[in-house]
């Protein structure tokens, strides 16, 4: 609290040079105390009619200037006020500490003399303080927190009038501080600290704070407190106000705006799946809160072109195997946006080979036809068609679509399986996906071994003994890889047989010696086309052999007879048979041109003889 002292000597009524000497020694003291610059306040005096010489306010050295301001100091002391005297309708004395708000406590009237009556008026509330005319204040109940008094002369009252000890303290500063920066939901310190009051110190004074803009300080107490967010929903401001309250009373407030700015969602569980199959269903979920109760909008992008917007707890098929990093937007209606993310593996699934259908059986060159449906989970697979047709052909496809799809191919089995005229050929299919995984599944075909053909047959239809037989025919076999041996019955005890070993068909030609007629002139020739799985062809064909008579050639007889009663042959008989037939036995009959004869036999082969010999001839 700062005292100033404004003092005035009651002047007589006496000579004007006399009475202005007086005001100039009352003046000096004012001077003396008007030194202390630093600590002065400003009061404000509005004079009414002052006539004559006493308009001049600076002869009297208060320092008044053109808007009637007197300087007064903290320190103490008199100041000689002087007035015309008052007259009804006299503007009043304004004492104000240049519009701060401040608390008179003590006002002394050292002198006062006459008739009439000061009276200090507090504005604006209007109460008023009377003074006797011994000086005596008397001051109403809540006469405080003003921003000026002022004192109304009554008429015939001295124009000189002496004040004493006019007492009151300033109010405080207020400085709420700011800006503040808060997110929703959190809380902030707001400080006071900057606040002050000439009279104490900021610690001292009592800090009243109003966070709900109700105009009511009745939210927070102290110099610091913490301004909370909870259930504000940013993006906004709030203007939050302070009132400072000094020991004397007095109060000043002031205004702070604290900015709430959004908070992002929070997703406080994320749910995914770590590893799936291609082509199954994943399913994923989430749990987001806001602090401000914001309507939130979830947003999932799975990775893989797909999106979906709305639901917490989506379902979705990843086609195709690779790792996925699927993003979850949670969204506010402010435009605040968490992100989480999660790794997803999807493995490669195999093709499903199913409803494979083969020809049941087909004969060695025909074909079979082979069909089969694929499912892969990974619908944009593509594939690649193996098929093992057992022979030995092994048969690359392109599938014809991607996931899922039906497959036809044929085949020609050139031959049987070897070695089994009904033997079963094993396919193997197999359909890969482009990530190498592989779907396989076994079949079999049915092949039937046919006979080879003979053709063009053409044999010599008739020779005479020892002559030559010429055959020749054309073979053939559905089965072109098949191989074939000939077997040829002459049918005198004669076969030959012939391997073909270059497959497919061909022609042959071979000849054969009749060294001998048959009793019957003829021989059934069998020929006989066997393939290497057992497969036989027979045709027959009847060669006539012609019998040829023998011939004698180079004979000689040579003998001598003895008549002595038998006659007797002696000597020897040489000669050559000629006969084709080398197979043929002769008897050489000897007719001894008298009835009688005899014979000697000559074996097959043996193309020339000599007998030796006695020979009786009777008589």
């Known amino acids: ?70 300087l007064l100091a903290s320190s103490g002391g008199d100041v000689a006020l002087r007035v015309a005297k008052g007259t009804s309708g006299t503007p009043p004395w304004v004492f104000d500490a ?168 929070t997703i406080d569980q994320l749910s995914a799946p770590t590893e799936i199959p291609e082509g199954s269903i994943a399913l994923f979920s989430a749990i987001a809160s806001d602090v401000a109760a914001d309507d939130l909008q979830y947003t999932w992008n799975f990775g893989d072109g797909h999106t979906t917007v709305g639901t917490p707890i989506p379902s979705h098929v990843f086609v195709d195997n690779g790792t996925y990093t699927v993003t979850l937007h949670v969204s506010d209606d402010d435009g605040g946006i968490a992100v989480q993310t999660r790794q997803v593996a999807v493995n490669n699934l195999a093709p499903v080979i199913s409803g494979v259908s083969v ?35 092994i048969n690359n496809y392109s599938a014809p679509g991607a996931g899922s799809f039906s497959f036809g191919a044929i085949h020609n089995y050139l031959d049987n399986v070897p070695g089994q005229p009904n033997g079963n050929y094993p396919i193997a299919i197999q359909v890969i996906d482009n990530d190498g995984a592989v779907g396989a599944v ?92 057992g497969g036989v062809a027979v045709e027959t064909r009847q060669v006539t052999v012609h019998n040829v008579a023998p011939v004698l050639d180079n004979f000689t007889f040579d003998a001598s007879i003895d008549t002595s009663g038998v006659a007797t042959i002696s000597g020897s008989i040489n000669g050559a048979i000629l006969d084709p037939g080398s197979l043929d036995t002769h008897m050489l009959i000897f007719d001894y041109g008298d009835g009688t004869s005899s014979q000697i036999p000559i074996v097959a082969g043996q193309a020339s003889f000599s007998v030796h010999g006695d020979c009786a001839i009777s008589g």
């Open 98 to 265: 240049g519009g701060a708000a401040f608390t008179m406590s003590r006002l002394n009237v050292e002198s006062f003399s006459g008739a009439g009556s000061i009276e200090f008026t507090a504005i604006p509330s209007g109460s008023s303080v009377s003074v006797s005319s011994a000086g005596v204040v008397q001051f109403p109940a809540g006469f405080s927190s003003v921003t000026s008094v002022q004192i109304t002369m009554a008429a015939n009252v001295f124009p000189v009038v002496l004040i004493d000890d006019v007492e009151f303290s300033l109010a405080p500063n207020a400085d709420a501080g700011g800006s503040y920066t808060v997110l929703e939901g959190d809380s902030v310190t707001v400080s006071g600290i900057l606040s002050s009051d000439p009279d104490q110190s900021g610690s001292s004074l009592a800090y009243a704070w109003d966070f709900d803009s109700d105009g009511l300080f009745d939210d927070a107490t102290g110099i610091s407190p913490a301004f909370s967010a909870i259930a504000l929903d940013g993006p906004t401001s709030r203007m939050i106000g302070l009132k400072v309250t000094d020991s004397s009373g007095l109060s000043t407030t002031d205004t702070a705006v604290v900015a709430i700015g959004n908070k992002i969602p």
């Open 442 to 533: 076994g079949a079999a075909a049915t092949v039937n071994n046919l006979a080879p053909q003979i053709s063009a047959l053409s044999i010599t239809p008739a020779i005479d003994e020892n002559g030559t037989v010429n055959l020749s025919f054309n073979g053939g076999d559905v089965g072109t890889l098949d191989t074939h041996t000939i077997h040829v019955d002459w049918g005198d005890g004669a076969t030959n047989t012939f391997p073909i070993n270059t497959p497919g068909g061909f022609s042959f030609g071979t000849i054969h010696t009749y060294l001998d007629d048959n009793a019957s002139d003829s021989y059934d020739v069998t020929l006989t086309l066997t393939d290497d799985d």
């Open 1 to 70: 609290m700062s005292l100033f002292t404004v003092t005035s000597k009651l002047l007589r009524n006496r000579q004007a040079k006399h009475r202005r000497q007086e005001l100039r020694r009352a003046v000096r003291t004012l001077t003396q105390i008007e030194s202390l610059e630093d600590r002065r306040l400003l009061a404000t005096m509005t004079f009414g009619n002052v006539p004559g010489s006493y308009n001049d306010y600076s002869e009297l050295g208060l320092g008044v200037d053109s808007a009637a301001h007197v």
């Open 359 to 393: 020809t049941p059986a087909v004969d060695e060159g025909g074909t079979v036809s082979l069909s089969f449906t694929a499912i892969d989970s990974g619908v944009l697979d593509t594939f690649t068609i193996l098929v093992d047709w057992g022979d030995g052909t």
